[in-house]
Nanobody, 129 residues
Framework: QVQLVESGGGSVQAGGSLRLSCAAS????????MGWFRQAPGKQREGVAA???????DYADSVKGRFTISKDNAKNTLYLQMNSLKPEDTAMYYC???????????????????????WGQGTQVTVSS
């Protein structure tokens, strides 16, 4: 079991920045790939960014160049730095951990594959225009 607790969400104006954090604990969480998903009302959950145990990263096209994922292994904490935020970034953001490889980590929007992840409780990000 892996426990994930997010923090850092909030409300900002378009063009602003936020940094999300995810504290991980439990079953050797450092050996899992970790990442961020988001879900807006009425939409499917979508992968945003992921990082594997070697520090390799992957991003959704919609956030490339604006978001940066990183982790502090000593603190067992995952981060998502979000810059140049847009109203379409508004969503509940979820931290996730999984043994799925980095190449497919963010490519899961529903169904059975969601059960292959550990999830945090989510943190709301609201971007106003």
């Amino acid at each position: 079991q892996v426990q994930l607790v997010e923090s850092g969400g909030g409300s900002v104006q378009a063009g602003g920045s936020l940094r999300l954090s995810c504290a991980a604990s439990g079953d050797s969480s450092s050996r899992y790939s970790m990442g961020w998903f988001r879900q807006a009302p009425g939409k499917q959950r979508e992968g945003v960014a992921a990082i594997d145990s070697d520090g390799n990263t992957d991003y959704a096209d919609s956030v490339k160049g604006r978001f940066t994922i990183s982790k502090d292994n000593a603190k067992n904490t995952l981060y998502l730095q979000m810059n140049s935020l847009k109203p379409e970034d508004t969503a509940m953001y979820y931290c996730a951990a999984s043994s799925r490889p980095l190449s497919v980590f963010i490519y899961c929007s529903g169904g059975y594959c969601l059960s292959l992840y550990y999830w945090g409780q989510g943190t709301q990000v609201t971007v106003s225009s």
